[in-house]
């Protein structure tokens, strides 16, 4: 499968008027570690959505996802009283490709909001604890959709960014409890940065043939892959998240790749 | 149908595994089924087909494999979902689908008793039941489950408590040959050598749980 997919590769790009045969370049020339031009929108003047209070917009080539945050107040669970909540929703509509039909939400964005919702989890990148106003009583909420508008592969890199810039461009108002009235006092005119303690970055590869690892794998790519895998990083180099649903094997000396070092 | 028990001892040494024990064929509808016990975790699978496929889900040139993972309570929500997509590209990739095409090949696990490494009990029973219906497979496959303490330490096979201990839990799906890894996933944060050491130690532990089919499947047959 791995030398079809050579050989079309090869013939594409001597279509040209000069035939330079490029080796291991992919469809639309790039190399096999090269990431897709990658475009982030972040906030209200750029990225238009007026009623969040955190949006962003990442185009990965022709990948496009959005991501906006909403804000809400919300009593703390009775066994985690001191901990916020962050809820994560992705949603592939079909909009975004002729694969995705109405509906329900398929398994590919049940799957995709399971993933968010661990490597949020897993690189502790929102402490829920930090999210608390006033312990038992008040704590903060974070709707954190990601809609996707354009599917071109690599869905799970391009949610993790827009979640990441969505998340840093959120401004919380100061929210005090009356001690006499037990009531909530929303501040709108102080507003606080969400504190982001980590940094992760996501990082899909597609196999062929349990030889070749490509980057940033268009749906094309994605679709003739016999496996992928999707590496979450954080600055300092930890592992968030390694996930590998299947197919393809791997031997342990197989090389991890270049991780985002976007 | 009978049932056949087998047990195993747990490995000895820093990294053990919890007793395992399997019965093949316990349901009398699934052409395959499987109830795999690992310490107090159990999962039940029971695996039809290959069988007529809808022609919506059909494909022309393998078999349609879907994976249903009921909890033990409550409905299946996300979370199954997203161990449903694990388990059905783990299982596709050794499935040989092209020798049984526009054929669906549904497995139905369910969740009995969760005391720690679910998935990797999942992985377990999916494969017996593979096994056990007698599909076409590549390789075999186990699921491992190691969890890395605060302290660094490698365990494996946790329970429920050293689980939620842990600063990081990772599953590995072994293929038997060459133990090759087919799926992994982790939860926590870990870093590349405390991941690359926990790999080394689940394919270690892959050759016990790979004897214990073995032995399964030939006291299965045995009986005359």
């Not at chain 2, 783990?90 to 526009?102: F, I, M, Q, S, Y």
């Not at chain 2, 590349?192 to 004897?211: G, K, N, P, S």
Request: glycine share 6%; proline share 5%; with cysteine.
């Amino acid at each position: 499968m791995a030398a079809a997919f050579k050989c079309t590769t090869t013939n594409y790009v001597s279509v040209d008027e000069k035939p330079t045969k490029k080796e291991n370049c992919r469809p639309d020339g790039r190399e096999l570690g090269e990431f897709r031009t990658t475009t982030v929108n972040i906030g209200k003047c750029l990225c238009s959505i007026t009623t969040a209070d955190g949006s962003a917009l990442v185009k990965l080539g022709n990948t496009t996802v959005i991501c906006g945050v909403k804000a809400e107040l919300a009593a703390p669970a009775a066994d985690s009283a001191n901990k916020g909540y962050i809820v994560p929703n992705v949603e592939l509509p079909s909009l975004c490709a002729e694969r995705f039909r109405s509906g329900p939400p398929g398994e590919e964005a049940q799957a995709a909001s399971q993933f968010i919702a661990d490597v949020i989890e897993n690189s502790q990148m929102i402490v829920k604890e930090d999210l608390c106003i006033a312990n038992g009583k008040l704590a903060w909420v974070l709707y954190c959709d990601i809609i996707c508008l354009d599917y071109d592969g690599n869905l799970l890199d391009a949610s993790v960014f827009a979640l990441l810039a969505a998340l840093k461009n959120v401004q919380l108002p100061l929210v005090t409890i009356n001690e006499e009235t037990g009531l909530s006092e929303v501040n709108l005119k102080q507003k606080n940065p969400l504190i982001i303690r980590k940094h992760p970055v996501a990082t899909s590869f597609a196999i062929f043939d349990d030889t070749l690892l490509i980057v940033d794998p268009t749906a094309e790519e994605e679709d003739l892959a016999t496996g992928t895998v999707t590496i979450v990083t954080d600055e300092e180099g930890r592992l968030c998240s390694v996930h590998k649903p299947g197919t393809s094997k791997f031997t342990t000396k197989k090389p991890m790749g270049d991780d985002g070092t976007r | 149908m009978a049932a056949e028990v087998v047990e195993t001892e747990a490995v000895d040494g820093p990294c053990r595994l919890r007793r395992f024990s399997c019965e093949l064929g316990l349901l009398s509808r699934p052409d395959g089924s499987a109830a795999f016990l690992q310490g107090d975790t159990s999962v039940l699978a029971g695996l039809y087909g290959p069988a007529e496929a809808k022609i919506s889900k059909e494909l022309p040139d393998r078999a349609a494999l879907d994976v249903l993972l009921r909890p033990k309570v409550g409905l299946p929500g996300v979370l199954e979902r997203s161990r449903e997509q694990l388990l059905q590209q783990t299982c596709e990739a050794v499935v040989l689908g092209v020798l049984h095409p526009r054929t669906a090949i549904s497995l139905v696990l369910q969740v009995l008793s969760d005391a720690g490494s679910l998935l990797s009990c999942c992985l377990n029973a999916a494969c017996m039941a593979l096994l056990d219906a007698g599909l076409p497979l590549s390789a075999l496959f186990c699921g491992v489950t190691c969890a890395l303490q605060p302290d660094g330490a490698i365990l494996l096979d946790p329970t429920a408590r050293q689980e939620q201990e842990a600063r990081a839990i990772l599953t590995f799906a072994i293929a038997s040959t060459d133990r090759k890894v087919l799926m992994v996933t982790t939860k926590g944060s870990c870093s590349v050598q405390e991941m690359q050491q926990c790999l080394a130690v689940a394919q270690r532990a892959a050759d016990t749980i790979f004897q214990f089919y073995r032995d399964s499947v030939r006291r299965r047959y045995s009986k005359s």
